[in-house]
């Protein structure tokens, strides 16, 4: 169930490409996965994961404030590869009020290529109570210690997001309102360093 | 592009009067500051108010037109057999000078001016134009005998002749109070007035730029100002009308609506106010909401009224409507208001009772005309802020940073001084009275020497307060912290400023550069800093906000979209306040940012770039909507019948979409559909109907035969859901997206909606020329009644309501969404129309009324006004409205007479569209034609040529528009003897008119040096003929008369641009365009197609050559329906056109004008065009 551009930052970052895939057409692993057996089944999951998105950073007033015929743009918009209907809603689902600074939590989701644990979510703050900004680094270091570099080591792990490695200093407001995928989630990925 | 802004207009406690635009942030003092006032009343185009001396005075806003009257004598003279026409006249006739029935005595002199805000244009002179011709010199008409019917021509029974006389005066007390003057017997005169309201513009059917003045004298009398109209300023005279009580104030709303209150209390609406009785006929009176407190002050709008009672308490009125102007009851409403103004859009401001701050009602709205919240405006005044402005000028120059630099060093010693009259400064906030200071400051500053001002642009990257701390630091040898102890200590004897020391740390003050820029203004001392930003807060502080007395909102227009600047003070604090909140550095930005981006696009390339040859995997899919819609069926008898409806899109390997619709039947229990190939559809269009939200399908076939696919949605959504994605489907197909080109012709329907086509180089020239069937129209949003362009694309439009538009370079707005549509220059735009229903009566018995629905009941329309009978019906009307005929149907006239036995009236509705589209208004004046130059050299920076016609038939010549600033700066008036309706200009500057009395008129030495050119010439019309519409291409000129006869312009040559006869080329037209190639489009009365007729259909001249202006037969296009089209912008043909056109061009010149001169004109004229041809090839294949 992940997306395809996170599926490949976790598994293919540093392969050659073209990336070759195996598609299976019979004996679906229905124990390891949901089975979505129409498209209603994954429009319905690409909803939820926007609204559970919503409710982290606007407790649920932006989508709940949209009409019905909003919720379809923006799966039609998916749908049809048109980024312009897509965006003409998401727009306001990347906007917050202007005292804010940022929007409540962060929807994330760190991924770890060498875990068996299928990601890290928790409740992040874009906003330090300080008032200064949150950074990539200062997710890390709060949720997933294990990615950040110690001080004097050599750097194992790589922190991808659509395919590029952002700096720690990156405000994660900013990654949030910029590099998320189409379901609103920050969907981040930790894989290993390649040796070479 | 300047948005269009209206004003607010207050006085202040000490009878100052300002204004407050809705774009603007201070109140602004009233231009002419020579009296002082205590009560205005204003709408959009003029002001009132009672001054002082308990005058009245009136205050007309400037503009680009004019206010002129035009005064009218005529001179008759009688033949005599020994001198001919002499001015002896017999007894039996009339004076020698009269009016035009002869009946009245009017010398040139006994003409004087009305009031001495008047002035004359010119002096007397004669009218040659009579009834749309030209007159022989003199401008003499004859008769047998007075009265009678006069011609132009003199006969052997001729014995009478007149001519007319005009002169026009102008109205030049524009931007200044000017005093009412009374020409009334003084006995009659008013006593002393008290209160003054303005209104009744919208009165319905009322003649444009009426106005109603009423005013209440100071016996409490109430006088209505007779004859206040656009050309009459000031009105004529007061008349008393009577009120069952003594009056203490009045307001009037824009339309009928007029409230006064009593002395004892009750309120007394006026009933009956029409256009017939603009005074309305009686009195109702409306007791107070409470019974111990009266009420003390009314203000009435469109259809709301509110009212203060004399506890201060407000209070709104339930239920008033146009049926029951006294409303229904009381609400009690939040807040203690010295009075309340409603002004355009029932907005309402009041002014406070206890801080006199003036309030603005926020949210209000149709659905709610009470509002929601009472909020403060706290703009500053303009006088305030030229302080403070004034000071960071001098700041700027950099004198008083050394001398302050230099007073550093004897700080200690100057410190006591300076603080001590710190102390008084901070008491005295911004005042007159620091001023002096600021002058002495500056002037000890001038003593400075140059080399310390060389320093601060030295230093252009510290903050003012920073670089002198650190030079500071500098001249005195001592750090900071000891300097500031130093002056802490001096400071003592006042314990604010040592409040404030301790407050500010020099970090902080750091970030306060405005706050210290106001502090070096006013004094030489660092000292001073602290101490004067507590009179900086004061500034803006309760002090010194203005104390307001009276405000009026009558022209001021805000709505639900108006962003106001006015509740947030605009001082030096809010702008420092915003320098704190930058906490990220530029560097650290760049930084992450640069780096993102960098990554990305090493993403792409190795992802994507280095595998371009990839073959794309897309798959080929089917995208299907299907629905349930409505389909009037194609056999006999028509009627609508339920179908469904299905588009299936595909994505060809190409990428290529296309589209098919289905359309699914029952024939005689039998399952059938047809379908249609998107990428043959031509238009998809709106129309009309009943009941239905229905729209057509047009195919080159299907336009043929006059008969598209006509399919009905059950509700506007769902058909603008269809439109939308039909119109994306047939864009995609055709491949076109983005903006109209610059060459883009453009057309509007009878229900205002606007279409644009791309024209195809074939359309008029070449060996396969294009049938203008094969045209692919797409809407743009908005809703216009004419437009026209040029093909540099400069567009401009006009509303039914006759605003003028400016297009902005958007595409899609209305229903169109997502990509169909531009995400910028999409506004809001509202238009205003009547639609018609007839009344038919037969003399006796009554037949009875038409009870049929609206052509436009659909939910996009919401009534403005209700139903009021039209009195401007075609054919003249009575009293009533109701014109006469012998029989229905037949022609009408306006007076009952023996052989009448019907009879009938139009009554008509106000209807008000609010949709969007990529327009922008262009106030003030309001529009009835325009015409912008086709097309001229091709440098961008110059300037275009456009023409208009004002909706009261002014001349109007638009000064600096461009192809980046279409909307131009402002209008330059071109004196005319009559109201014009129709205008052109052609590629060479040729501007032709036409007047409303239907005559021609050509204007003499335009060109780009002289935009208004000279004088007009007066070209006669086609025998026997009015013309209405004129359109001047490259050279041709065509004009169109009432009857709809096309006629072409024979004989113009470049030395005699007027040309010689008129040429008729068709009938059956009802508008046209010629564009710059001269080709020659129209909108055609009736068009008989293979299955139906079509009324307002575009065609399109084919054979038009230039040895052959006038062309051979008509390609018949889009219709019905359409009402205007224009193909200015149409120069695509040109550089073809050109080739062939100089050859035969030049055989055309040696046959028109065999001499010398005119060769030498036409060589001249040709040399320009090649250039710009040639550029316009250019343009083209960088379009294509």
């Not at chain 2, 005044?381 to 120059?397: I, K, P, V």
């Not at chain 2, 002037?443 to 320093?455: F, L, M, P, W």
């Not at chain 2, 589209?659 to 039947?665: D, K, M, Q, V």
Request: proline share 5%; with cysteine; net charge negative.
């Amino acid at each position: 169930h992940y997306p395809i551009g996170l599926l490949f930052d976790l598994h293919a970052s540093n392969t050659a490409l073209p990336w070759s895939i195996t598609v299976h057409f019979k004996n679906f692993p229905e124990k390891d996965l949901l089975h979505c057996h129409s498209k209603d089944v994954i429009e319905a999951h690409f909803m939820a994961c926007i609204k559970e998105a919503d409710a982290l950073k606007h407790k649920s007033q932006v989508i709940n404030e949209m009409q019905k015929k909003d919720h379809k743009q923006l799966w039609m918009g998916l749908q049809n590869d048109k980024f312009e209907q897509f965006w003409a809603i998401n727009r306001k689902l990347m906007e917050y009020p202007p005292e804010d600074n940022g929007f409540r939590y962060i929807p994330f989701r760190i991924y770890q290529a060498t875990t068996e644990r299928p990601f890290i979510q928790k409740l992040f703050r874009p906003i330090a109570s300080g008032g200064e900004l949150h950074t990539l680094g200062d997710l890390l270091k709060d949720v997933c210690p294990g990615a950040i570099v110690p001080e004097d080591g050599e750097q194992k792990t790589q922190v991808m997001i659509h395919g590029i490695e952002p700096m720690l200093e990156t405000p994660i407001q900013w990654l949030s309102e910029h590099m998320s995928y189409p379901d609103n989630f920050l969907h981040i990925s930790i894989i290993p360093r390649p040796t070479d | 592009m300047a948005m269009p802004s209206s004003l607010l207009w207050a006085v202040d406690i000490f009878g100052r009067v300002y204004t407050l635009s809705t774009v603007g942030q201070y109140w602004e003092l009233c231009k002419d500051t020579q009296l002082e006032f205590k009560r205005v009343s204003a709408v959009k185009q003029c002001c009132w108010g009672i001054a002082c001396d308990h005058q009245v005075y009136t205050y007309v806003f400037s503009g680009d037109v004019p206010i002129r009257y035009q005064e009218e004598t005529y001179e008759n003279q009688r033949w005599n057999p020994v001198g001919g026409f002499c001015e002896k006249l017999l007894p039996s006739d009339r004076w020698q000078w009269s009016d035009v029935s002869g009946l009245k005595h009017q010398q040139l002199d006994s003409f004087t001016l009305p009031s001495p805000h008047w002035e004359w244009e010119s002096d007397w002179y004669v009218d040659e134009n009579i009834g749309g011709e030209p007159t022989e010199k003199g401008g003499w008409t004859y008769a047998i005998d007075f009265p009678s019917t006069y011609t132009k021509d003199k006969r052997w029974n001729s014995c009478v002749r007149r001519r007319r006389w005009i002169r026009y005066r102008r109205y030049k007390s524009r931007d200044v109070w000017a005093k009412i003057v009374s020409s009334d017997d003084p006995e009659q005169l008013p006593d002393p007035f008290n209160d003054i309201s303005i209104g009744g513009w919208e009165i319905t059917d009322e003649p444009l730029g009426r106005l109603s003045v009423w005013a209440v004298s100071l016996q409490g009398r109430v006088w209505y100002r007779e004859n206040v109209c656009h050309h009459n300023p000031e009105g004529s005279t007061w008349s008393l009308i009577t009120t069952p009580g003594e009056v203490v104030q009045i307001s009037c709303g824009p339309y009928d609506l007029l409230w006064a209150t009593l002395w004892e209390g009750q309120a007394i609406v006026r009933e009956g106010i029409d256009r017939n009785n603009p005074q309305g006929i009686s009195w109702s009176i409306v007791e107070s909401p409470s019974s111990e407190n009266g009420i003390m002050h009314v203000s009435v709008g469109v259809d709301v009224v509110w009212c203060v009672t004399k506890d201060r308490k407000v209070w709104f009125r339930r239920g008033v409507n146009s049926h029951n102007p006294c409303g229904t009851s009381w609400i009690e409403m939040v807040g203690e208001m010295m009075m309340v103004t409603v002004g355009l859009n029932n907005q309402v401001w009041g002014i406070g009772c206890d801080d006199r701050a003036i309030y603005f009602r926020q949210g209000v709205t149709p659905s709610e005309l009470s509002g929601k919240t009472w909020k403060a405006i706290v703009s500053g005044r303009e006088s305030d802020r030229s302080q403070t402005g004034s000071s960071t000028s001098l700041l700027s120059a950099g004198c008083f940073f050394t001398d302050d630099i230099q007073n550093q060093t004897n700080a200690i010693i100057q410190g006591d001084a300076d603080t001590s009259s710190d102390t008084e400064l901070s008491s005295v906030p911004v005042n007159p009275a620091s001023t002096p200071l600021m002058g002495a400051a500056a002037s000890s500053s001038g003593n400075s020497t140059d080399s310390q001002t060389a320093e601060i642009p030295a230093n252009p990257s510290l903050d003012p307060l920073d670089s002198d701390q650190g030079e500071a630091t500098v001249a005195s040898a001592t750090n900071e912290k000891a300097n500031l102890e130093v002056h802490k200590s001096s400071a003592n004897p006042n314990p604010s400023a040592e409040l404030q020391w301790t407050n500010i740390d020099l970090k902080e003050a750091q970030k306060h550069p405005v706050l210290s820029v106001s502090t070096f203004a006013d004094t030489s001392s660092l000292s001073s800093l602290g101490v004067f930003s507590v009179g900086a807060d004061d500034q803006y502080g309760t002090d010194e906000h203005p104390l307001w007395a009276w405000v009026s909102g009558g022209g001021c227009l805000v709505d639900l979209h108006s962003p106001l600047k006015w509740f947030t003070a605009s001082s030096g604090l809010s702008s420092s306040v915003q320098s704190l909140s930058l906490s990220i550095t530029p560097a650290q930005t760049a930084a992450w940012r640069k780096q993102i981006f960098q990554q990305l696009s090493e993403r792409t390339k190795r992802e994507l770039e280095n595998f371009r040859h990839y073959e794309q995997a897309i798959e080929q899919s089917v995208w299907v909507k299907t629905g349930a819609l409505q389909w009037w069926r194609n056999w006999k008898p028509h009627k609508w019948m339920d179908v469904r409806v299905a588009l299936e899109q595909f994505t060809g390997s190409d990428g290529m979409r296309d589209s098919i619709l289905f359309i699914y039947y029952m024939y005689h229990e039998e399952k059938k559909y047809i379908h249609v190939f998107l990428n043959e559809v031509t238009i998809i269009v709106e129309v009309l109907n009943e009941a239905k939200h229905s729209f057509a399908l047009y195919t080159p076939e299907r336009t043929k035969q006059r008969w598209p696919i006509r399919l009905a949605a059950t509700t506007e959504q769902e058909m603008h859901d269809w439109l939308s994605l039909l119109n994306m489907s047939c864009c995609e197909s055709r491949r076109i997206q983005g903006p109209p080109s610059h060459h883009a012709i453009w057309s509007v329907t009878c229900k205002g909606d606007i279409f644009v086509s791309e024209p195809s180089p074939e359309l008029e020239a070449g060996p396969q020329l294009m049938s203008c069937d094969q045209m692919f129209w797409r809407q743009v949003g908005g809703h216009l009644r004419l437009i026209e362009c040029n093909s540099r694309g400069v567009v401009w439009g006009i509303g039914y309501d006759h605003t003028a538009w400016v297009y902005t370079g958007g595409y899609g707005g209305g229903f169109n969404q997502g990509l169909a549509s531009s995400a910028d220059n999409i506004y809001t735009q509202s238009d205003v129309k009547c639609v018609y229903i007839y009344e038919n009566q037969r003399w006796n018995p009554v037949t009875g009324y038409s009870s049929r629905g609206l052509p436009t009941d659909r939910y996009m329309w919401s009534d403005v006004s209700d139903w009021y009978i039209d009195f401007n019906t075609s054919g003249g009307t009575d009293r009533e409205g109701w014109q006469y005929a012998a029989d229905f149907p037949a022609s009408y006239h306006g007076h009952k007479t023996m052989k009448d036995f019907v009879r009938r009236r139009r009554w008509a509705r106000k209807c008000k569209i609010v949709t969007n589209g990529p327009w922008l208004e262009v106030p003030p004046v309001t529009l009835w034609d325009i015409s912008i130059i086709p097309s001229s050299a091709a440098d961008d920076e110059e300037t275009v040529a456009l023409w208009a016609i004002s909706d009261k038939g002014d001349v109007l010549c638009r000064l600096g528009v461009t192809q980046q600033n279409p909307a131009g700066t402002s209008w330059l008036h071109v004196g005319t003897d009559q109201p014009f309706i129709s205008i052109s200009i052609g590629a060479f500057y040729q501007v032709w008119a036409i007047a409303r009395d239907g005559s021609a008129f050509y204007r003499g030495s335009v060109s780009p040096n002289k935009p208004a050119g000279d004088c007009w010439y007066h070209i006669p019309s086609p025998q026997k003929q009015k013309l209405k519409q004129v359109s001047v291409g490259r050279t041709s000129v065509f004009v169109l008369d009432t009857n709809g006869n096309l006629w072409y312009r024979q004989g113009i040559t470049p030395s005699y641009p007027q040309g010689s006869t008129w040429d008729p080329v068709s009938n059956n037209i009802r508008k046209m365009s010629i564009g710059p190639l001269d080709q020659v489009w129209v909108i055609a009365d009736k068009v008989q197609g293979s299955h139906s007729l079509s009324c307002g259909t575009v065609c399109h001249r084919t054979g038009v050559q230039p040895m052959e202006p006038k062309g051979l037969s008509w390609d018949y296009g889009i219709g019905g329906g359409w009402e205007h089209i224009t193909v200015r912008g149409n120069a695509t043909e040109a550089s073809r056109v050109a080739v062939q056109d100089t050859s035969e061009e030049n055989l055309a010149v040696s046959k028109d004008g065999e001499d010398e001169e005119s060769k030498g004109k036409t060589e001249h004229f040709k040399t320009p065009l090649m250039v710009s041809e040639s550029q316009e090839l250019d343009r083209n294949s960088v379009n294509c």
